[in-house]
């Protein structure tokens, strides 16, 4: 940017981040008395826009003196971090971990440590995910300070938005080496920190601001009289706003190489006219004049009109200014010319629309709209022009004049009053309605257009490109997430998930980049409408299989294997938005064998991060243990609740484990179960151990452990060994007049199984049975996977399971013996054993357990040792009994409901939901392949948290 001559204000800046203690910078708005040069660590830029406070810093930074007292100056433009629209004015920790990066990038050093994925949990609630948020980056601002520790570093953190922010850049915390900080902002610190200053940046004063203007527009130093009362007048009109000068500068200059024999006089003339809107701020009433240089009225109010159309349909989630290329321009234009936009004003057209795009595109860099460069085209062979608005406030203003008018059914509709095509004056107000509004119709109109033009080249009519065409640039980086926004998630499925259409986007923009415009896409439909989820799924679940098909067609290098291999972690983080825990399992355990094919250690961040996404995932139900078993769980805040138990002071805690260290007592699963039966009805959910972040926080009083209104107990108030420990709501009955006996003996049995003790050590103990504690199971549970994942079990021997079922039961066991006598020798059924996890089989996590109502049993499953696996049959009804010790139980999910899911765990039980049509959850499928299917959910399979041909 061009220097603004405020000598005063740059040495003010100069000697506070050069650490020097100078009476001289004392002034009004900065009092350094009573501070060591140590204490001086942050300055501030403080006023209004366009004052020029992001230039000061560029100056400063710029001058030799400080560059030679810092290794590194960092630069970051928070304000660049936020979306047009969000209701948010700070960082989320995806904008974080994006402004981590460009620092890494700035400073030369891998940026691996530093990537998007917050690892979540399936249990984790809102105040959980925004704790594990705060700890997340906490982590990421300690890794980044010992990135820098030992260099000197100066971080300026330009157009900071909330004040927040900054601490999370303030590095120096953590570090022993000297850190300054200088930030620009608009508003004001209402707690500013201790060794913080600020500078109130003023307007321009009168010969700073001809100074200025004079540089910009190329004048001479000798102005006539008439010229300098002309340049004055613009000053003025421009509120000696310093950005408003020099754009007024810009115009000035534009306009004389637009035409040549304009005087500075009439120049004037134009950019102090008076705006039709009262409430036009300076600025935008200086950038408004820009098209008042192209004479002719219906060419300046075109240009009007298409630049608010560039600004509006190339806007992504990350920046409102893409470099856009000159084809994908060509293509917007020509869509603009082929309209009936201006059919109601210019039933002709204007002049300007019969110019050719490349005068159009001259025209505008002229007028200083765009930045111009030449780029390597990725689709083409060569070198191609590209195109950006010329600034954020340019931005601002192609929007402000879109909710000026109106769009319907693709022509501009003048308003009623006056009947202009924009009227400030009728729609000074509606903001961003208006602009998105506009923007749909602005996407439909460039969409049609190149539909249009794919019918034409195309050799089919598909909607997939099969032939190069001149709009592939366009088509790959910009056609889905556009039909995206017009609602028509369908027909953007049906590109994304296109193999042509992936593979050409793997080749222009490689992998990564890919990834992320497929996660762009997902993130917009499901936002704009949450009926597109299960659509949007099936993008990412394709993007998995694609890479992982491709990994396996040809050798690639190490590189491309890692970068495939950080795809399927972002791939799988856009999953777990969406509760689909155990297929984003999937995508991490490939993720983690791109990484061992490498030939990473156990060390390298990649597998580690990796391995920490599947524990996330993977998780293991919490039952009764013996106190002695090494399995058993130990809390690390014992004493201090058992203190505070003492006093009978009640006091929340999470319940973080120092027997498992950075683990917890967390959630299974984000949604409770709802139990109906016999007039009652309760929630429920199991526990597991989670990773730390995801600790339940609870109340431990007169025995019970409470989280919010849920109380830790038995499952089916069983106490023994290997019973299941759940999340349970208290009991609503129906029939509150009458309380049997049964009803008394239930209570009774609830009352035991929801009573806990705990002990120094920090074992949770039954206070019922005291030698039997809370544990984890060493035993994966068995549940519903993709027919596709790599956790799914294959059974041995499955055709004779497959068969029992066309034979009298007193005769299967005697062909089983003869086939294969030294693995089936049982009086009945079939070992289930598993040759996708070899020396595997189905066990029971415990004994069977009997209910509160007698005679009904069940027994939890699992993955375990061969030794102990159970043995099954399949009936003509195309059900799974067991048989051996757990004779008349059959598989079954654990809670009966009319639609399976993914990640619903099975058991072994003789109990039957009457409320639901039970028997049909009840019948399965045997495979070819040698895995089991519910007939319900074929498109799924039995299999557990732990993938194939892995041990225990």
């Not at 700073?208 to 009289?225: C, N, P, R, T, W």
């Not at 200086?286 to 219906?298: G, H, K, P, Q, T």
């Not at 799924?537 to 890692?562: N, Y």
């Not at 106490?719 to 709501?729: A, C, T």
Request: hydrophobic letters at 40%; one cysteine or more; proline letters at 3%.
């Amino acid at each position: 940017p061009m220097l603004i001559p405020r000598f005063e204000i740059l040495k003010n800046i100069t000697n506070f981040i050069s650490e020097k203690k100078n009476e001289d910078i004392a002034t009004n708005s900065m009092d350094t008395s009573g501070l060591s040069s140590s204490e001086i660590k942050r300055l501030t830029l403080r006023g209004m826009g366009g004052l020029g406070k992001t230039t000061l810093a560029a100056m400063t930074v710029n001058l030799i003196d400080v560059r030679s007292q810092y290794d590194h100056i960092l630069w970051l433009n928070l304000g660049n971090s936020f979306r047009n629209g969000s209701d948010r004015n700070n960082l989320n920790y995806e904008m974080y971990v994006s402004c981590l990066r460009k620092l890494c990038q700035q400073l030369d050093v891998p940026a691996d440590n530093f990537r998007c994925e917050l690892i979540l949990q399936p249990g984790d609630r809102a105040l959980q995910v925004a704790s594990k948020t705060i700890r997340a980056i906490e982590k990421l601002k300690y890794e980044m300070s010992q990135i820098i520790d030992g260099l000197e570093i100066l971080v300026v953190l330009d157009d900071v938005w909330n004040h927040e922010d900054v601490e999370l850049f303030n590095f120096g915390e953590h570090m022993t080496s000297f850190f300054c900080m200088l930030l620009t902002t608009r508003t004001l610190d209402q707690e500013p920190s201790v060794g913080s200053q600020s500078i109130n940046v003023d307007l321009l004063n009168i010969q700073e601001a001809i100074y200025l203007f004079s540089v910009e527009a190329g004048l001479s130093q000798s102005m006539d009289a008439q010229d300098i009362e002309a340049v004055d007048e613009i000053i003025q009109k421009c509120g000696y706003v310093p950005l408003a000068v020099r754009m007024a500068g810009r115009i000035m200059k534009s306009s004389q190489a637009i035409q040549a024999d304009i005087s500075l006089i009439e120049i004037a003339e134009i950019i102090t006219s008076s705006s039709n809107s009262s409430k036009m701020v300076p600025v935008f009433a200086i950038l408004d004049r820009s098209f008042e240089f192209v004479r002719n009225a219906s060419e300046a109010f075109t240009l009007r009109l298409f630049f608010s159309a560039f600004a509006a349909v190339f806007c992504t989630d990350n920046t409102h200014r893409p470099w856009i290329s000159s084809d994908v321009f060509e293509l917007l234009w020509k869509a603009f010319v082929n309209s009936k936009i201006l059919s109601n004003f210019y039933p002709n057209g204007s002049d300007l629309m019969r110019q050719k795009c490349a005068r159009v595109s001259n025209l505008m860099c002229i007028m200083g709209l765009f930045d111009e460069k030449c780029m390597e085209d990725p689709m083409k062979a060569g070198v191609q022009k590209y195109f950006r608005i010329h600034h954020d406030l340019m931005w601002e203003y192609a929007k402000r004049i879109s909710s000026t008018f109106r769009l319907c059914d693709g022509k501009l509709v003048g308003c009623i009053k006056h009947g202009v095509g924009a009227c400030t004056i009728c729609y000074p107000a509606e903001g961003d309605r208006q602009f998105c509004s506009n923007t749909l119709e602005w996407i439909k109109m460039i969409t049609e257009e190149f539909m249009h033009d794919l019918r034409l080249s195309s050799s089919d009519n598909s909607g997939v490109v099969n032939s190069i065409h001149n709009y592939e640039g366009y088509m790959l980086e910009w056609y889905p997430i556009h039909m995206i926004k017009r609602s028509e998630a369908k027909a953007a499925l049906v590109v994304l998930k296109n193999e042509f259409f992936f593979v050409k986007q793997l080749q222009c923009f490689g992998i990564m980049k890919s990834v992320y415009l497929i996660v762009s896409c997902v993130h917009n439909a499901t936002s704009i409408d949450a009926s597109n989820t299960l659509l949007m799924v099936d993008v990412l679940l394709f993007a998995r299989d694609f890479l992982d098909k491709f990994s396996k067609t040809i050798e690639l290098e190490d590189r491309t294997l890692k970068e495939i291999g950080y795809s399927l972690i972002i791939l799988g983080g856009a999953l777990q938005k969406y509760s689909k825990w155990i297929e984003s399992l999937d995508f991490f355990i490939m993720s983690l064998d791109f990484f061992n094919s490498i030939g990473y250690g156990s060390d390298h961040s990649a597998i580690i991060r990796a391995e920490r996404c599947i524990d996330a995932c993977a998780l293991r139900p919490i039952l009764l243990v013996p106190t002695d078993s090494p399995n058993k769980l130990r809390l690390k805040h014992a004493k201090t609740v058992l203190m505070k138990h003492k006093v009978k002071s009640s006091t929340q805690f999470p319940l973080e484990l120092i027997s498992h260290p950075g683990y917890s007592i967390a959630r299974m699963q984000e949604n409770y179960i709802r139990v109906n039966g016999n007039n009652l009805s309760w929630d429920y959910v199991f526990l597991a151990l989670g990773l730390e972040s995801s600790a339940l926080v609870v109340n431990y009083d007169e025995g019970l452990i409470k989280h919010e209104n849920f109380v830790f107990t038995l499952a089916l108030n069983a106490i023994q060994e290997g019973v299941p420990v759940i999340l349970r709501s208290p009991t609503k009955n129906e029939d509150v007049q009458t309380e049997d006996e049964q009803m008394i003996r239930y209570n009774q049995s609830l009352k035991s199984a929801q009573s806990f003790s705990i002990a120094p050590d920090g074992i949770i103990y039954s206070t019922v049975v005291p030698h039997l504690c809370l544990g984890i199971s060493p035993y994966p549970l068995l549940i519903l996977v993709s027919i596709n994942s790599p956790c799914k079990a294959i059974f041995q021997n499955l055709s004779e399971l497959r068969s029992s079922q066309h034979m009298p039961t007193e005769k299967t066991h005697e062909i089983e013996k003869g086939q294969a006598k030294h693995l089936y020798d049982t009086d009945e059924g079939i070992v289930l054993e598993l040759s996708s996890h070899p020396g595997m089989g189905i066990v029971t996590l415990h004994k069977k357990i009997e209910g509160p109502q007698t005679g009904n049993f069940r027994a939890g499953l699992g993955l375990g040792p061969f030794k102990n696996a159970i043995t099954a049959k399949m009936n003509k009804k195309k059900e799974i009994i067991f048989t051996g010790e757990f004779e008349g139980l059959m598989l079954r999910p654990s809670a009966f409901k009319k639609k399976l899911a993914i990640g619903d765990v099975f058991m072994s039980s003789n109990i039957i939901d009457d409320t639901i049509d039970s028997r049909n959850i009840l019948k399965y499928i045997v495979n070819n392949n040698g895995t089991i299917s519910p007939m319900m959910f074929p498109k799924t399979v039995l299999g557990f948290q732990v993938p194939g041909e892995k041990k225990l």
